[in-house]
């Protein structure tokens, strides 16, 4: 299991206050796009506009119009599965665990379907932070743990680097954070 901070509220206080940098270019955003760096910091919590579709082992494991996302400075959205609309019995808790300072302590699952195996595919938070209370009973997914992650018929790719679970889209817009060299956005 990972560890956690022993003091969490230090922690949390230690990366609200870490000075972030910005990249030197932007890439450009036309109509119906979104850039990564008009997102807020601390994130923000909104409703999906868009069908959420996941596939692993050659199954959809999960499928919903009622998704929530959250969009933070420098990441592509996070998508949050209710958990009604997910294959649960396909998962396995792990004893991974992570710590956001804005959402809390997060859990993550294995995804098992006959012999395919995705270790930490995805990944909740039990008892989310306000304001993302709205997160509990939600699942994210890592769309480059599944063998696909679709946003309505558009194929998502996965941000970049092994930490980060954003989605990818045609519309959002970088450069975004995960690759080397990227730690102090």
């Known amino acids: 299991m ?26 450009p955003v036309g109509p119906g796009e979104e850039s990564v760096w008009d997102y807020p910091r601390p994130p923000r919590l909104e409703r999906a506009r868009r069908r959420v579709r996941i596939e692993f082992g050659g199954q959809c494991i999960a499928e919903s119009t009622r998704a929530l996302r959250v969009c933070e400075t420098a990441s592509p959205p996070v998508y949050y599965v209710p958990a009604e609309d997910v294959r649960r019995e396909l998962l396995e808790e792990s004893a991974q665990q992570s710590f956001c300072e804005w959402k809390g302590v997060a859990r993550y699952w294995t995804l098992r379907v006959g012999d395919a195996v995705s270790v930490d595919a995805a990944w909740s938070y039990p008892n989310p932070d306000a ?14 743990r599944v063998e696909a992650a679709w946003l309505d018929d558009e194929r998502v790719r996965p941000q970049a680097g092994d930490f980060y679970g954003g989605w990818v889209t045609d519309e959002i817009k970088g450069p975004f954070k995960g690759d080397p060299g990227t730690g102090h956005w």
């Open 2 to 27: 990972a560890r956690l901070p022993d003091d969490l509220d230090a922690e949390r206080r230690r990366w609200r206050s870490f000075r972030r940098g910005r990249p030197a270019e932007r890439e």
């Open 131 to 144: 304001p993302f209370e709205a997160l509990r009973d939600h699942l994210a997914f890592y769309p480059g």
